[in-house]
């Protein structure tokens, strides 16, 4: 398995282990948001995992530490660029996983299981394209695929409560009813995922996947979190315009300061989920369609918010979070 240490990969090593299989975990020895977290705590955070180390940006690694000259059936990967930048994003969400599916067609493996995401149908950003291209190369290798792209995580949704808890208002794009998503949590999405290894209507197919009940915007997200508070909704509008004059700017001087460029992708992203929706998009009508978003599992956003503003759970901040 590939990106175990992530937000998914975690969740989905364990409905793997849950459903007895033995899982071999290919990870880099400083792992996690910022590269914060050792061996030790990776192994605390994977009970029951053989950890492999070493680095999926290097062939000859993957075989030597990956692959170790053994036999695996299935490859899972919740491998992804942690910043969406264009270099990171081809060298990953490309390059890394070619490499990996060389290496498991050679090691007998019949079968995969990526994560992608639902963005990747209308794809504007470089880590879209990336993604997308291996898609392509994994439908065309012969082997038994599933490719599950799932909507909008929890931990991308729920940022803004810290801001909330300050007495901030909460931040929306245009009036907050220009993009809709149906949220879907870790552990269903992971269920979702480990469930693709035996369930043959699951093979050979893109899968776009959502969670349970009516697609949801950002402005009834922010009035959820402000009645969990017990307090009066107060929302603050951003024009995307805003947006288009960030990405300009930062574009421009990118040219001539790299790490600028990366910003500027950034805000690009941003735009991206501020103006589209995580739906299935219907080509021919032009529109994002909720009732064609397939859903599953049982957690609502609602509840994790709950959780949230109580303090039971917290959410991992992402090396990409906007807000
Ligand atoms: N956020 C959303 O709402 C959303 C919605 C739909 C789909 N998606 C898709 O879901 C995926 C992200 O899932 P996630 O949130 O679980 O990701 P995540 O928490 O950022 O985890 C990314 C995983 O990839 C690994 N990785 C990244 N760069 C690496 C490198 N250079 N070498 C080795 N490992 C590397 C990370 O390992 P380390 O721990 O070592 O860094 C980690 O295990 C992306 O494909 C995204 O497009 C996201």
Same mark, same amino acid.
């Given at each position: 398995?590939? &990106?175990?240490?992530? +937000? !998914?990969?975690?969740?989905?090593?364990?409905?793997?282990?849950?459903?007895?299989?033995?899982?071999? *975990?290919?990870?880099?020895?400083?792992?996690? $948001?910022?590269?914060?977290?050792?061996?030790?705590?990776?192994?605390?955070?994977?009970?029951?995992?053989?950890?492999?180390?070493?680095?999926?940006?290097?062939?000859?690694?993957?075989?030597?530490?990956?692959?170790?000259?053994?036999?695996?059936?299935?490859?899972?990967?919740?491998?992804?660029?942690?910043?969406?930048?264009?270099?990171?994003?081809?060298?990953?969400?490309?390059?890394?996983?070619?490499? $990996?599916?060389?290496?498991?067609?050679?090691?007998?493996?019949?079968?995969?299981?990526?994560?992608?995401? !639902?963005?990747?149908?209308?794809?504007?950003?470089?880590?879209?394209?990336?993604?997308?291209?291996?898609?392509?190369?994994?439908?065309?290798?012969?082997?038994?695929?599933?490719? $599950?792209?799932?909507?909008?995580?929890?931990?991308?949704?729920? &940022?803004? !409560?810290?801001?909330?808890?300050?007495?901030?208002?909460?931040?929306?794009?245009?009036?907050? +009813?220009?993009?809709?998503?149906?949220?879907?949590?870790?552990?269903?999405?992971?269920?979702?995922?480990?469930? *693709?290894?035996?369930?043959?209507?699951?093979?050979?197919?893109?899968?776009?996947?959502?969670?349970?009940?009516?697609?949801?915007?950002?402005?009834?997200?922010?009035? *959820?979190?402000?009645?969990?508070?017990?307090?009066?909704?107060?929302?603050?509008?951003?024009?995307?315009?805003?947006?288009? +004059?960030?990405? &300009?700017?930062?574009? +421009?001087?990118?040219?001539? !300061?790299?790490?600028?460029?990366?910003?500027?992708?950034?805000?690009?992203?941003?735009?991206?989920?501020?103006?589209?929706?995580?739906?299935?998009?219907?080509?021919?009508?032009?529109?994002?369609?909720?009732?064609?978003?397939?859903?599953?599992?049982?957690?609502?956003?609602?509840?994790?918010?709950?959780?949230?503003?109580?303090?039971?759970?917290?959410?991992?901040?992402?090396?990409?979070?906007?807000?």
């Amino acid at each position: 398995m590939l &990106g175990a240490t992530g +937000t !998914i990969g975690r969740a989905t090593a364990r409905a793997l282990m849950a459903r007895g299989h033995s899982v071999a *975990c290919f990870v880099r020895p400083k792992a996690g $948001v910022g590269g914060t977290m050792s061996a030790d705590d990776i192994a605390r955070m994977l009970p029951g995992a053989e950890l492999r180390f070493g680095d999926v940006r290097n062939a000859a690694s993957i075989s030597r530490d990956g692959f170790k000259g053994e036999r695996f059936d299935v490859l899972v990967s919740c491998l992804a660029s942690r910043t969406g930048a264009p270099k990171d994003a081809w060298a990953i969400d490309h390059q890394a996983h070619v490499d $990996v599916l060389a290496a498991a067609k050679a090691a007998g493996v019949t079968q995969v299981v990526l994560l992608s995401a !639902i963005c990747v149908q209308k794809p504007l950003l470089a880590f879209q394209h990336a993604k997308l291209a291996f898609e392509k190369e994994l439908i065309d290798s012969g082997l038994t695929y599933s490719i $599950v792209r799932p909507t909008a995580f929890f931990k991308s949704l729920s &940022g803004q !409560i810290e801001r909330l808890k300050k007495g901030k208002p909460f931040l929306l794009f245009g009036d907050g +009813t220009l993009t809709a998503c149906k949220p879907i949590s870790d552990a269903d999405l992971a269920d979702y995922l480990a469930d *693709c290894l035996d369930d043959p209507a699951r093979h050979d197919r893109i899968l776009p996947i959502g969670g349970p009940g009516e697609a949801i915007n950002s402005r009834q997200i922010g009035e *959820c979190l402000f009645a969990l508070m017990n307090r009066p909704p107060k929302f603050k509008q951003v024009p995307v315009a805003l947006l288009d +004059t960030i990405i &300009g700017v930062l574009g +421009t001087v990118g040219k001539v !300061i790299p790490p600028l460029a990366d910003k500027a992708e950034l805000a690009r992203i941003g735009r991206y989920y501020a103006t589209e929706s995580m739906l299935v998009w219907d080509a021919q009508a032009g529109r994002y369609d909720a009732a064609a978003t397939p859903a599953t599992g049982r957690d609502t956003l609602f509840d994790h918010c709950a959780r949230l503003v109580r303090g039971d759970v917290t959410d991992e901040r992402g090396d990409h979070a906007v807000f």
